[in-house]
Every structure is written in C-alpha cells, then in structure tokens.
C-alpha cells in the first residue's frame, strides 16, 4: 500500500506558522473528506489534532488547522511553541486497499 | 476514561507465532471499530488490521494478510491480533486504537476514519 507524501521536515522559529502539506490522489484524499492529522511526541502513542479534513477534537489548541485542495490536504500550526515539537503523520480513507486507511510517510517538525 | 492497555509483545524468532491482546475499558467496546497499528524503529505509522465493532467484517493490510488475524471478545473487552509465521520485518511497536469521532452505528466501522484513543504500545522483535 502506497503512503501519502508528506515532507520529511518542516522547521520554524517560535511564534511563526508552518504548513504540512500531504498528497495522494483522487482515490484518497481528493475523493473523500476523510483526512485525519496526528501528533507523535518521541516514545509516545499518536494523538489526534485533526479529523475529517477540517475538524479539531476538543481540548487541541486552536493553533492547529487543517484544509484541503484538490488531492493534497494541509495542516497549519500558527504560532509555533516549543511544545509542538513533533512527528505528525496524516491518514486518509483510500479506495485502493481492503483496508480502506492509508497513512502519509510522515513529518518531523523542528522549533528552531 | 477511555483505557487501552497492550501486551503479549517480546522476543520471537522468524516463523515463529504471538498473540497480542488489548484490554479496554471505559467505553462500550461492542460500540467501537477497532484497531492494530504499527511502527517499526525509527518509521512511520502503518494499519496493519481493523475489525468492526460487531467483529464481523476485518481488513488487513496485504504486508500481513494470510499470516495475522484480528479477532475481539466482546464479554472480555479485549481486542487480539494472533500473529503467525512472523518476519523481521514485523519488529515494530504494535498499537492497539479505538475509533473516534463518530457518532452512532458509524462507530462500529472504519472507512479509513480516525481513532481517538491509543494504547501505550507493544514492542515485538526479534532474537538473531
């Protein structure tokens, strides 16, 4: 099953914005509004911060936003704290596989 | 509070088989689609099976398929995942996830949707 590309690393310095972006194709992420963010700290189970493309579950901070356009969807974080420090993987609803879920390869993200 | 504690992972060597169990609690866990998700050492996350929140309809990943099985006891709370002819390539942290967002029947199935609880996590790797 083919990942959805994600950059290997994002890096910004307190206080800006970074963006992830994540693509895959029409029989993922551009067909379907199931896209789903999630943050991994070193040594610790995934969390998510995003759900169904846009959505942010209660108690993640409003800094995290999620959008999509076309086959690629994207996740911000505003105001970038030390805190944020993090692996975060996006995950989608996919046609391609029995399975149906699909994860993207990916993102470390670095507060300079 | 939402409870998902792993076990059963450790030493194996290749062909070998291990049953992993994920005890539940807090949530009515006939509700819930559930899943196994794995990360081998130092990569990204990967499904590997999702049941359905009545166990009927499973789905595995093809890097797995014919070898795990993933099954759930509904008295026990407990969701498994029997892993026969084991490969190298299956060390990995094993998490147990819940399915999340949803309200409903639409809990009991998965449709690539998110999982809003973890497991801490099982490690399984292998001896030379």
């Known amino acids: 099953q083919s990942a959805l590309t994600q950059p290997a690393s994002v890096s910004g310095s307190p206080g800006q914005s970074i963006t992830i972006s994540c693509t895959g194709s029409?029989?993922?992420?551009?067909?379907?509004?199931?896209v789903s963010w999630y943050q991994q700290h070193p040594g610790k189970a995934p969390k998510v911060v995003i759900y169904?493309?846009?959505n942010r579950p209660s108690g993640v901070s409003d800094r995290f936003s999620g959008s999509k356009s076309g086959n690629t969807a994207s996740l911000t974080i505003s105001d970038l704290r030390a805190e944020d420090e993090a692996d975060y993987y996006c995950?989608?609803?996919?046609?391609?596989?029995?399975?149906?879920?699909?994860f993207g390869t990916g993102t470390r993200v670095t507060v300079l | 509070e939402v409870q998902l504690l792993e076990s059963g992972g450790g030493l194996v060597q290749p062909g070998e088989s291990l049953r992993l169990s994920c005890a539940a609690s807090?949530?009515?866990?006939?509700?819930?689609?559930m899943s196994w998700v794995r990360q081998a050492p130092g990569k990204g996350l990967e499904w590997v099976a999702v049941?359905?929140?009545?166990?009927?309809?499973?789905y595995y990943a093809d890097s797995v398929k014919g070898r795990f099985t993933i099954s759930r006891d509904k008295a026990k709370e407990t969701l498994y995942v029997h892993m026969n002819s084991l490969r190298v390539e299956d060390t990995a942290v094993y998490f147990c996830?819940?399915?999340?967002?949803?309200?409903?029947?639409?809990?009991?199935?998965?449709?690539?949707?998110?999982?809003?609880?973890w497991g801490q996590g099982t490690l399984v790797t292998f001896s030379s």
């Open positions: 049941i359905s929140g009545d166990g009927g309809s499973t």
């Open positions: 807090g949530f009515t866990f006939s509700n819930y689609a």
């Open positions: 996830a819940k399915r999340g967002y949803c309200t409903g029947s639409s809990c009991s199935s998965f449709y690539g949707r998110s999982f809003d609880s």
């Open positions: 169904d493309v846009t």
């Open positions: 995950s989608s609803y996919t046609t391609k596989t029995s399975l149906a879920g699909v």
């Open positions: 029409r029989s993922d992420i551009g067909g379907y509004d199931f």
